[in-house]
């Protein structure tokens, strides 16, 4: 599982200061979660394939998190892909693309598929043999929703030294992946014997932008890493309260109730100089926290 | 008469080549042509007031001219503007900004003019004492229009040396600017024996994105600067034809006929790495010819 921020940061625009997107490459996967404007750029300084983005999340429909999703959508068409392309995010998202690339006469020359929220509760929108995606239903401005990544359990592991001290051969290691006992001269090898677990499966954890909104907990348990929005600290927390964003602390306190492994802050107010501010308010409540950077990698 | 470059490449993505958009200063007046995605993080590197913006001019509404738009109209609004905003552009632009804006909660909270333009005929689209524009019916994939930004002439110009030797108090100065004789001791002074003739009034002409159209050249005849896109070299002439852009040399063909003071080529298409040779091409047509470059400022 591996983290790109492509961006941070909040609206205001910024030299150098990128508004949200992130890339997470997970089991093969490259998701594409939210898009801000100049996420196409940021995704060329990463050296991210375009053809290798498949499925793109937008949380919800403010211009710091969607406004650079038509140009990249145009950009697929101008460079010649064919690949089908999935799109989720709030009901109202297919009647502003369809809209822009029509009056473009850029109508789309692959398959464009588009999955429209609009439940408040959580629902699994994405499923195959390795990740299924969940909403985790925020509460902003306008309708958002964080999204859940979750690997599925995957094959044994081989303990290939011992397996062939057992006298198996690597055609029976398939079977052995997938959990079965083989005979090796008519004598039962126990799978437990010559096999690992499987590592566990991971989880990411998704949350841009939102209010302090613990009924999230339940649905983002036990995450490996949560990326938490922190647009201000506890100094300012009536606007924090006022625009339904969080605090570092918030952010820290979902966190270490919803027991995560590590929690990423994001999203911060342009008014703050000194980001180590916000990792200082977070780890008081909870010790496991990063900063995110526009550019950074996070695996 | 000041032209600030905010990005003068094509459509593709790429890092440090940003998509259309000129900023003009004239007689008073910050009209931005065109808004590419990115434009607002332009301005902020050109360090221009964002309110000082009343005028936007869109030539079409391919993405690579108009995407960075919904994201400065909300810009504008989250920095508190109050000051109308008039956005000129093919019918199509409202439709378009108003569901993006809806979509996101965030009308705007200052007066928001919109001008669609559908005539294929030039039309004039803005007057006041100190300037006109008028549109430039172009030839392109969608509808598109350049953009005439003429001046008025201006007043008399005072010899403060040759009027104070007349005996001329300052008081009459202003009478003097607007042409009239004036009374010293019962003495007539003649205007022209004090005065200069006004600056002869500039005009520039934004060509932007369209094929060789040499239909434009009796609206363009004269102007001080013609900006002109050169997507490519003849050597893809057919790629010009085919997707009704233009080479350096039709740019410089038309400058040419059109007797303009100065070309200003752009709309580089990526694919060349020496844009020198834009410049060798078009001087063989035509000897006053700048290459437009990200954040050049132009006077």
Redesign the interface.
């Known amino acids: 599982m591996k983290l790109t921020v492509l961006g941070c940061h909040s609206?205001?625009?910024?030299?150098n200061k990128n508004p949200t997107a992130q890339l997470l490459d997970i089991k093969g996967h490259r998701f594409l979660m939210d898009c801000g404007?100049?996420t196409?750029?940021q995704?060329?300084?990463a050296k991210v394939s375009f053809v290798h983005i498949k499925h793109i999340f937008i949380s919800h429909?403010?211009?710091?998190h969607?406004?650079?999703l038509?140009?990249l959508v145009?950009?697929f068409r101008?460079?010649g892909r064919e690949a089908p392309l999935h799109i989720y995010g709030?009901k109202?998202?297919k009647?502003?693309l369809t809209?822009?690339l029509k009056?473009?006469?850029?109508w789309a020359n692959f398959p464009l598929h588009f999955h429209e929220l609009e439940s408040n509760n959580s629902e699994c929108i994405f499923d195959d043999d390795s990740v299924t995606v969940y909403t985790i239903p925020l509460k902003h401005?306008?309708y958002t929703n964080g999204f859940l990544f979750a690997e599925k359990e995957g094959f044994r592991r081989v303990n290939t030294e011992a397996a062939q001290a057992a006298g198996i051969d690597k055609s029976q290691f398939r079977l052995l992946e997938l959990g079965q006992d083989v005979l090796v001269d008519g004598v039962l090898v126990k799978n437990d014997s010559v096999t690992h677990n499987p590592h566990p499966p991971k989880k990411y954890a998704y949350c841009s932008d939102t209010a302090f909104f613990p009924s999230i907990v339940p649905i983002i348990k036990g995450a490996d890493w949560l990326y938490h929005e922190s647009t201000f600290l506890q100094q300012h927390a009536d606007l924090a309260h006022q625009t339904q964003h969080s605090t570092a602390q918030e952010a820290a306190t979902i966190a270490r109730d919803a027991n995560v492994g590590r929690l990423i802050l994001g999203h911060y107010s342009a008014r703050y100089k000194n980001l180590d501010l916000f990792t200082q308010e977070a780890k008081a409540i909870f010790p496991n926290v990063i900063l995110a950077a526009d550019g950074a990698v996070i695996s």
């Open positions: 609206a205001s625009p910024h030299e404007e100049g196409q750029v995704l060329r300084k429909l403010h211009g710091d969607f406004y650079g038509p140009g145009s950009s101008l460079l709030p109202g998202i009647e502003a809209l822009l009056l473009a006469n850029s401005r306008v």
